[in-house]
């Protein structure tokens, strides 16, 4: 999804989000060989999610599966649990940065 949009990698990318959630765990909380994976889904949606949402929101909608939504206001993803005995449920935050394009290389660079 770095060039073009789909909604197949949206839903992959949604699904791994509202499986390990929009923070890195604890050590051993899904164990070892899944930590790395978790980090980079992670920097990944927090780098590029604002830009997908920019260039085609019906994509952007599309990463947001189960209890995983978008914070317009605040720019941030948010994973609700469920309530339980609590008055209001459990939150988590992923905070998203915008998405700058890098500068074009001077011909001298090349």
């Known amino acids: 999804m770095d060039k073009y949009v789909n909604f197949k990698s949206a839903r992959i990318l949604g699904y791994c989000l509202n499986v390990m959630g929009v923070q890195l ?3 051993g909380a899904f164990g070892r060989e899944y930590r790395a994976l978790h980090r980079a889904i992670l920097a990944w949606a927090q780098r590029n999610y604002l830009r997908i949402y920019r260039a085609n929101p019906k994509v ?3 990463c947001l ?3 995983i939504s978008y914070d317009a206001e605040r720019e941030r993803l948010v994973k609700t649990y469920a309530e339980g005995l609590e008055t209001e449920p459990d939150r988590l935050y992923l905070t998203l940065t ?3 394009p890098p500068p074009p290389r001077s011909p001298e660079e090349e």
Do not use: L, N, P, Y
Request: net charge positive; aromatic share 8%; hydrophobic share 40%.
């Open 25 to 27: 765990q604890e050590k």
């Open 60 to 62: 952007a909608r599309a």
């Open 65 to 67: 599966i189960g209890s």
């Open 98 to 100: 915008t998405w700058m």
